[in-house]
């Protein structure tokens, strides 16, 4: 990935699709949010996107070294109109994941594009896999064909490695930022259950700042956990202070949170070896406000979980290929009510 990206093209994935026919993808109708509906269903948004089926919708966004703009928020001049939507839900995966993904849309995502789309538009959020790119071409071969099958990536240029999961997760904002006008932008890990309904709900509060950073925070002094020593260059840098941030597998950010990073330059702020601690750190220095909600972090389901997986254990579900089909079977967590009194 280049240093210093100047600019986004989206491009579909389908090599033969019109300039007309992009436009249109990234066109939708923004009509304001109506209600939700609680219960079994999910709840009912005003955002309604009239994508048609036939359209396709994963999307890849390349990095334009040709411009001779320093500025790299150039790209959001380009006159395109984006997705409105209340939220965009990056759904962070890798190369190795494809059992991951299988049981995803076996259980809360749909495999199918016209339940994908009842689900986005019942919702009010956009989903989409995001991964990057490996120079292994019988990898990118198989995910060319799950693309052409399934429909629902989006596609960043950048290498696809751990260690650069922080740089990932910025090129995923920024370009998450330049296809959709969201409320709110959201991180998620491929390893967790969602309810995406009552995501939506956290989502629609009243909040009174507009720089909001959501997430189900972490406290205590977690550097003195010996379980967690991959906090240590950090905790090195800090003089082994601890500051307050979100775990990992989900947290959210406003628009006007994003639309501040999408202006940095990617040199602006330090990268540590970890995303979660990386973008929290750069909350901090931003001076967000930082929303604490536990029902992002649950360990089993109940009427107010909204994000569940295997806290401390693992970052996510443990053994999730299979734990994923297992809670999907449970009426707690696929069919439970969401009770009105919760927040």
């Not at 240093?3 to 990234?26: D, E, N, Q, V, W």
């Not at 601890?242 to 330090?270: C, E, M, Q, T, W």
């Not at 290929?321 to 707690?332: A, F, T, V």
Request: net charge positive; with cysteine.
């Amino acid at each position: 990935m280049p240093s210093s990206p100047k600019f986004f093209h989206s491009r579909l994935s389908t090599p033969s699709a019109s300039r007309k026919t992009i436009l249109l993808i990234l066109s939708c109708l923004f009509i304001g949010i109506s209600g939700f509906i609680f219960g079994l269903t999910a709840p009912s948004s005003g955002y309604l996107c009239s994508h048609s089926i036939s359209e396709p919708r994963s999307v890849r966004v390349l990095w334009d070294t040709n411009s001779h703009d320093d500025q790299d928020t150039s790209v959001f001049t380009t006159g395109k109109k984006r997705h409105k939507v209340m939220g965009f839900v990056g759904i962070q995966t890798g190369f190795a994941s494809i059992g991951r993904r299988r049981s995803l849309r076996k259980t809360w995502m749909p495999s199918d594009r016209q339940g994908l789309q009842q689900l986005e538009e019942s919702t009010g959020m956009a989903f989409r896999f995001i991964i990057g790119r490996t120079n292994d071409r019988s990898k990118m071969a198989m995910l060319k064909k799950e693309v052409a099958q399934y429909d629902d990536f989006l596609l960043l240029d950048i290498e696809e490695q751990y260690s650069k999961l922080p740089y990932k997760t910025l090129a995923f904002f920024k370009a998450a930022y330049a296809l959709f006008e969201a409320d709110f932008y959201v991180k998620a890990d491929d390893d967790i259950y969602l309810r995406p309904d009552r995501l939506s709900l956290l989502l629609a509060k009243d909040r009174s700042h507009s720089q909001t950073y959501l997430g189900c925070m972490k406290k205590g002094p977690v550097f003195t956990d010996p379980n967690l020593k991959w906090y240590e260059p950090l905790s090195n840098l800090l003089g082994k202070e601890y500051f307050f941030h979100a775990y990992g597998p989900i947290y959210a950010l406003s628009k006007d949170v994003v639309a501040s990073l999408v202006a940095l330059r990617n040199n602006s702020f330090r990268m540590f070896s970890n995303e979660d601690v990386t973008i929290g750190s750069w909350m901090l220095a931003m001076n967000v406000n930082h929303e604490d909600n536990r029902a992002l972090c649950a360990t089993e389901c109940t009427s107010s979980s909204i994000a569940v997986w295997d806290l401390p254990k693992c970052s996510g579900l443990c053994k999730p290929e299979s734990k994923l089909l297992e809670l999907h079977q449970m009426d707690s967590c696929s069919k439970s009510p969401t009770m009105e009194s919760d927040d």
